[in-house]
């Protein structure tokens, strides 16, 4: 909403509180007085210079992080939350005086807060300059670096033409035989090597099959339905090729960009903010290390990934795949990147996908892992009431861990439950994708449960 809307739908006694708090010259007793003289004082540049200063001190993580955001509301739990760490009992009071935070009903009659698009804007563009102090940047980049541009897309074609041309067989739980995935890796532009052993989960729903470039070429190629798991164990191309053929460059790779920005943010909460400052402070070479202690309060470890890892691994690595950045090391080995102008065109909000409601997000408190194990990270009596149903308790405590196996989900099943919701329960409340093992491991148990219940079905009737 624009200020002049804010200002349209807010109460008059909230008109009034601004008014107050700067001292303006107009009727009090007049909405139209208030919002007319609001809304001319707001315009002038002098005007916010002087005391934009004062709504950031004190805030300045907060306004980040809401400057930052693709929504303009909020609810007042968010806010609260937000504000919290000025130590202030009316911190949401005080921003409304301030005039650059509006409660507003307008959205399905749900009270919620609202930043006017320009108050915003200009928040953010100080914030950016601020954070960029921080930086250690230099005109001239490494002798050597590493961009590559559109590759990832193009390599989703080469895939695509191998599973084209070629019988891939999966293991019975769903993933590329060795065979057929080294030869796909070698034709890539980019190449990987096969994983060795090792423990890997949350992100992408094949993450811990395949190396990390080729998970998220993959993850995004199901999810596009440009390929499927088929039952008789190959993989085949699906009927969304079609569509992706009929995208240019630019769509294709804004579409991988939006998959990694959704499927990577459960795991890096703030992963849009993060790329939004680095889309808008790295327009020079920038030292990674100087930014991650900069973005400290906003990259966190995810279990087994220390936080320098997130950073390194599954932002900066994974935004160089995407063509969004550029990286490379100077003569004393420190790592340097840079936005590329592909970046700057699709780092911006409109490319980024919109985040889910908060109070839905709240709710996912599973972890399903690999092997079959689910971690519940925090209680909520209703989930885990349902969880109970398909799983066995194998570690009680703060964090407790659930497991699945065949007896406990045929337990499910015949206390009437369906195996199709209790999926769809389960990528409902996951923090992050079920793992594909999984996934079709639930599929194959419930092919086999409905042939024996029709087999017995037959032999009760005949």
């Not at 700067?22 to 002098?46: G, N, V």
């Not at 691994?313 to 592909?342: N, P, V």
């Not at 409109?350 to 889910?356: E, H, K, N, R």
Request: hydrophobic share 40%; charged share 25%; proline share 3%.
């Amino acid at each position: 909403m624009k200020l002049a809307e804010c200002l349209n739908t807010a109460d008059i006694s909230t008109l009034r509180a601004i008014a107050e708090r700067y001292d303006l010259r107009c009727s009090r007793h007049s909405k139209l007085s208030l919002l007319q003289e609001i809304l001319y004082t707001f315009q002038s540049s002098a005007f916010l210079q002087e005391h934009m200063e004062t709504w950031v001190h004190g805030r300045e993580y907060a306004m980040l992080r809401l400057s930052l955001e693709q929504r303009r509301t909020f609810s007042q739990e968010e806010l609260v939350g937000v504000l919290q760490g000025q130590g202030a009992d009316n911190a949401l009071d005080k921003a409304v005086q301030e005039g650059w935070l509006f409660p507003t009903t307008r959205y399905g009659g749900r009270l919620l807060y609202c930043v006017p698009e320009e108050l915003q804007s200009k928040i953010r563009g100080v914030m950016v300059q601020r954070f960029s102090k921080q930086l250690e940047t230099m005109d001239d980049g490494p002798l050597l670096y590493q961009e590559e541009g559109h590759a990832m897309v193009r390599d989703v074609d080469v895939f695509l033409e191998y599973v084209r041309n070629h019988d891939v067989r999966l293991t019975t739980d769903g993933s590329i035989y060795k065979r057929n995935l080294t030869q796909i890796l070698e034709l890539l532009e980019v190449p990987e090597e096969p994983l060795q052993s090792g423990w890997r989960f949350g992100y992408g729903r094949r993450f811990h099959d395949y190396p990390d470039r080729f998970a998220l070429l993959y993850d995004y190629a199901y999810h596009a339905n440009l390929i499927s798991e088929d039952n008789d164990g190959l993989l085949r191309l699906a009927d969304g090729v079609a569509a992706w053929a009929g995208l240019d460059m630019l769509d294709r790779q804004r579409a991988l960009v939006r998959f990694y920005m959704s499927t990577y943010r459960r795991p890096i909460k703030r992963l849009p903010q993060v790329a939004q400052l680095i889309a808008h402070a790295a327009r020079k070479w920038t030292c990674s290390d100087g930014m991650l202690t900069a973005l400290s309060d906003l990259v966190q470890p995810y279990y087994y990934d220390e936080q320098h890892q997130v950073w390194k691994t599954r932002i900066l690595k994974m935004l160089m795949h995407l063509g969004l950045i550029r990286t490379g090391s100077d003569e004393s080995g420190r790592e340097w990147f840079q936005i590329t102008q592909l970046g700057q065109q699709l780092l911006t909000p409109d490319a980024l996908p919109v985040i889910p409601d908060q109070a839905k997000e709240k709710q996912r408190i599973l972890i399903v892992q690999p092997n079959f194990e689910i971690v519940v990270t925090t209680d909520q009596p209703m989930i885990t009431a349902e969880l109970s149903m398909f799983t066995e308790l194998r570690q009680a405590g703060v964090i407790r861990v659930y497991r699945m196996t065949e007896e406990s989900v045929q337990k499910g099943v015949a206390a009437g439950k369906s195996l199709t919701a209790w999926l769809d329960f389960l990528q409902t409340y996951s923090q992050t994708p079920v793992p594909g093992n999984v996934e079709r491991t639930l599929e194959e148990w419930d092919r086999v449960m409905r042939a024996e219940r029709a087999v017995e079905d037959d032999t009760l009737t005949s």
